[in-house]
């Protein structure tokens, strides 16, 4: 391309881009996740320094998340990537992204990448697949030049003494190993495009074309964005002999047996010791866990996690209390407000509700689109999955709570002062559903209990029964992973 063409093209591509931009931020429809990746010297800096130029930089984020590889190691791979994502109406540039935890093991270690590739390739698939049910657009740049182009410009940044600095020592290395970037970048793009997140080879010889053809890129991605509607979330209906067969199944499983109050503190206190204890080991610093809370209302989530935390150091673990999602968060996929409060290693997250919602509330209360809370099954095991293979222990407590015993409870806490604010208009109107809440935690149980994230029921009628289940619970839990 000449100067001369380029600078006639260029101000309508800008102008096109700019426009794209603002309606963006205007409607909301969709966020922007581009990842630039390439060849060393084939332009990945100058064109994100172009679009830079090019687009307002108030709704606009760069992303070089190399520099958090270090440290990063303390969370699952995709937590970085997570914390990092645009909210919608909003554009984020990574420099390599998630393919950094690809390609990187890939060059560096290609026996051990081999083997992994798989799962690698699995999971970036997923992500990119559940990312644009979400709402995040993704586009993919790969820039490439040939090697002759890349050894002479090179030699050339390095021969000036005020352009050597652009040349890393870790771009000299991928230099050296230019057929081996090449293997790895081509099968790294055959095996990871989809429908809705092709790759785009854009060939960085000529600057201008290769800004032209980007700009031409980045634009199309916008207006396929922008084409995105918001779809409504339609109710539907339970059938009645269904709900009167999930409430048959549950019933009886409200009750356990009865404590005696003479012997639950000192069972209380031995388990609770056996609990801190385990999480003193140092084993549990290479693995930590999180642990998740479900139930109806009143159904004592609250007081059995306060009989684990009483347990433990306050500065190892988090509760993380799940209300309604925030403006804000519902600006991002659906997942983004949990990866945020993922533990490190050595560390306890324990979520009162969770992840869990979209098949529960959200299901039952006509929130979320079948299609969405449908779909939620698959991602949510492949969310936990991720944290286990991670190291981290991984245990689900569904705490089961009669219809009658609610009741009661509600009722307590409404002739109680100093317990009337836990019983709001919206508690009593989930209780109008508890026989579809129990349709709905059966098949969420069914369908994402395994081996290493079990559900456990537990029968909640009796607080004091379920708090000794519950720690009982944690402490064989823990004991599976580090024995």
Not at 93 to 122: C, I, N, S, T
Request: glycine share 6%; proline share 4%.
């Amino acid at each position: 391309m000449t100067r001369e063409q380029y600078e006639r093209v260029l101000p309508p591509l800008r102008d096109a881009l700019l426009s794209a931009q603002k309606e963006l931020q205007d409607r909301k429809t969709c966020a922007l996740a581009v990842i630039v990746t390439g060849t060393p010297t084939a332009g990945r800096s100058e064109i994100v320094n172009q679009f830079l130029e090019w687009l307002d930089p108030k709704r606009v984020r760069v992303h070089a998340l190399e520099k958090l590889r270090a440290i990063s190691h303390a969370w699952p791979t995709l937590w970085r990537y997570w914390n990092a994502l645009p909210a919608r109406g909003e554009i984020a540039f990574f420099f390599r992204g998630w393919y950094e935890d690809y390609m990187y093991p890939a060059l560096r270690h290609p026996r051990k990448a081999q083997r992994e590739k798989p799962r690698a390739v699995e999971r970036i698939r997923q992500l990119e697949a559940m990312l644009q049910r979400d709402g995040v657009q993704v586009l993919k740049l790969h820039l490439t030049v040939s090697r002759e182009v890349q050894d002479e410009r090179i030699r050339k940044l390095r021969a000036d003494k005020l352009t050597r600095w652009r040349v890393t020592h870790e771009e000299r290395w991928l230099a050296r190993h230019y057929a081996e970037l090449q293997r790895a970048s081509e099968a790294c793009i055959r095996l990871t495009g989809q429908p809705g997140a092709e790759w785009h080879v854009i060939d960085g010889s000529d600057p201008q074309a290769r800004s032209f053809a980007a700009g031409s890129i980045l634009l199309d991605a916008l207006e396929r964005g922008l084409r995105k509607q918001a779809l409504p979330s339609p109710k539907s209906a339970r059938p009645a002999a269904k709900l009167r067969s999930v409430q048959a199944e549950f019933r009886g499983r409200h009750a356990g047996k009865p404590v005696v109050d003479e012997n639950y503190d000192v069972e209380l206190e031995q388990l609770r010791g056996r609990f801190a204890l385990l999480t003193r080991r140092g084993k549990f610093r290479k693995h930590g866990a999180v642990f998740v809370f479900e139930g109806m209302d009143a159904a004592g989530k609250g007081g059995a996690i306060r009989r684990l935390t009483g347990a433990l150091d306050a500065r190892q673990y988090t509760v993380v209390p799940v209300a309604a999602p925030s403006a804000e968060e519902l600006s991002y996929p659906y997942l983004w407000r949990f990866w945020r409060h993922v533990p490190r290693r050595g560390e306890i997250a324990i979520f009162d509700r969770s992840w869990y919602g979209r098949v529960l509330v959200e299901r039952v209360r006509g929130f979320a689109a079948p299609r969405d809370w449908q779909r939620a099954y698959d991602e949510i095991n492949e969310f936990e999955r991720q944290l286990i293979e991670h190291g981290l222990i991984v245990h689900k407590f569904w705490l089961s709570v009669s219809r009658e015993e609610q009741l009661r409870r509600f009722r307590e806490r409404d002739n109680d002062k100093l317990k009337r604010f836990k019983v709001d208009p919206e508690d009593w109107a989930n209780r109008r559903h508890y026989g579809e809440y129990q349709l709905a935690a059966r098949e969420m149980i069914r369908r994402t209990s395994t081996d290493d994230a079990r559900w456990t029921v537990v029968e909640a009628d009796d607080k004091k029964y379920a708090r000794l289940k519950v720690l009982q619970t944690v402490c064989e839990s823990i004991e599976r992973t580090l024995d």
